[in-house]
């Protein structure tokens, strides 16, 4: 399941591929978005803003597609007028003069007026995101501290896109096994030293994960590079204190962690 850091390239390579340029053709499959079609063609994508798993991609006339991939939706660019051969079900079509931007089998789609924007339910509930560069360790840890969520296990808050939109499960256990911290603990329970570490390892490690995963660089001096620690590591020692890594569990979803150094 991708999260936030893989959205976020996969809204960089739609916007590479079409910002700008004034769309020549846009088709929607469902029948409440086709009034839209010829209001967009001539206007162009301003930009793609990502709201954890949710697309907005913004056009010069103010409106705003949403779409939210869920579990089986994708967009993929390809050149102007071409047909990939899939199985997917199109959704979105999105041209200009040399490339073309395609929604497949998503079905959480929805135009959206300035005024729509600031009151659709997705984007009211979700939490802020964790790339937004607007966002701060001392927001971070007001959220942390927050009655909402001060008294919330670790294992589910770090899930909850309420609490910071583009979190995920690989992001989840490697943050606590950065900060040390067990999956049962809460907020309300942490020292203000451990509440600095945790605020900062939430917006540090998503947003390293984002510029560098999958990514070689040889040059030392340019900064660490993101590689799981204890992600898929169950069996191998830590490298921190050389305890065993384990799997469990938590909240439904597979949780790696080292209970030597996790406390």
């Given at each position: 399941m991708p999260e936030g850091p893989e959205i976020r390239r996969a809204a960089d390579s739609l916007e590479a591929a079409v910002k700008g340029k004034p769309l020549t053709e846009v088709w929607f499959a469902f029948e409440q978005l086709k009034p839209y079609e010829s209001l967009?063609?001539?206007?162009?994508?301003?930009?793609?803003?990502t709201r954890g798993k949710a697309l907005l991609t913004h056009f010069s006339n103010g409106l705003t597609l949403y779409s939210h991939n869920q579990l089986y939706g994708v967009w993929r660019v390809v050149e102007a007028n071409s047909v990939p051969q899939t199985t997917r079900v199109l959704r979105v079509k999105l041209q200009t003069a040399d490339k073309a931007i395609l929604l497949y089998s998503a079905s959480d789609i929805e135009m959206l007026t300035p005024e729509q924007l600031t009151t659709h339910p997705f984007l009211q509930r979700v939490g802020p995101d964790v790339l937004d560069l607007k966002l701060t360790e001392a927001d971070v840890k007001a959220r942390l501290l927050s009655p909402r969520f001060r008294n919330r296990q670790f294992s589910g808050l770090?899930?909850?896109?309420?609490?910071?939109?583009?979190?995920?499960?690989?992001?989840?256990?490697?943050?606590?096994?950065?900060?040390?911290?067990?999956?049962?603990r809460k907020a309300s329970q942490l020292t203000d030293a451990q509440l600095d570490a945790l605020a900062q390892a939430l917006l540090v490690i998503p947003r390293l994960s984002y510029n560098t995963r999958g990514q070689v660089d040889e040059n030392k001096h340019h900064g660490a590079l993101f590689r799981f620690k204890v992600f898929h590591r169950d069996g191998e020692a830590c490298e921190r204190c050389g305890g065993v890594?384990?799997?469990?569990?938590?909240?439904?979803?597979?949780?790696?962690?080292?209970?030597?150094?996790?406390?």
């Open positions: 967009l063609v001539g206007q162009r994508i301003t930009h793609i803003e770090l899930l909850d896109q309420a609490f910071l939109a583009g979190l995920g499960n690989y992001l989840r256990v490697e943050i606590l096994w950065q900060t040390q911290l067990a999956p049962q890594i384990e799997k469990t569990t938590m909240s439904s979803r597979p949780f790696y962690w080292c209970p030597n150094c996790q406390k």
